[in-house]
């Protein structure tokens, strides 16, 4: 009997990635927001559409960044950033058809002030050996620039310093109203006395 040839299943992998067909990905990101904030994120990725064209077709604020990388039928986009919350506003796991754009959109809000990095990961979710597996196809970084409002500063500083803004602010106010209120009365007593 003849020995069963062996599968290499690295090799197994690799023949499905070179059968991927490219697709084209633009999303936007802004470049500064400001603490507290909430921008919306968008990513379009069409298989028969231009990066021209799928710019087009987002309205959110940002600079719009467009890529080609290797697309499967199901794929999967996942925002992230340390310093944001982020609401996935629809499913990140979706199927992809060849003629319509697939959408993702998310929602996010700076924690911090100063450089924020934020990370858009797609993966292409491939049928390996009966399972779908996750398999990374591209990573794309943006830095924003989280920036504090005055308003935001006042605040903060506000809510940080209560007790001292009570003794340095308020004490010697309440003590000039108490002092000109004395001085209003006995004036008024005076005037009557006369």
């Known amino acids: 009997m003849a020995p069963v040839p062996q599968v290499d299943p ?12 490219l697709g084209n990905i633009v999303f936007n990101a802004p470049r500064t927001m ?13 298989v028969e559409k231009a990066i ?13 960044v467009g890529a080609s990388i ?7 986009a996942r925002l992230s950033g340390r310093n944001f919350e982020i609401a996935a506003i629809n499913p ?11 959408e993702w959109k998310w929602e996010i809000k700076p924690k911090a002030d100063g450089r924020q990095n934020l990370h858009l990961t797609l993966s292409a979710l491939l049928n390996i050996e009966g399972e779908s597996t996750p398999r990374v196809i591209r990573t794309l970084d943006r830095i ?14 506000m809510r940080n310093n209560w ?9 010697p106010l309440a ?3 108490w002092k000109r209120r004395k001085r209003l009365l006995s004036e008024g007593n005076n005037d009557q006395e006369s």
């Open 10 to 21: 690295l090799q197994a992998i690799d023949r499905v990635l070179e059968r991927m067909e």
């Open 34 to 46: 400001n603490l507290h904030d909430s921008a919306l994120i968008h990513l379009v990725l069409g």
């Open 52 to 64: 021209e064209d799928i710019k087009k077709m987002i309205e959110e604020e940002g600079e719009k």
């Open 70 to 76: 290797r697309v499967s039928n199901r794929m999967e």
């Open 92 to 102: 990140e796991v979706q199927a992809v058809a060849r003629r319509e754009a697939t």
């Open 144 to 157: 924003i620039i989280v920036q504090v409002t005055i308003g935001q500063k006042t605040k903060v500083f």
């Open 163 to 171: 007790q001292w803004l009570w003794v340095v602010v308020l004490a």
């Open 175 to 177: 003590g000039w109203i």
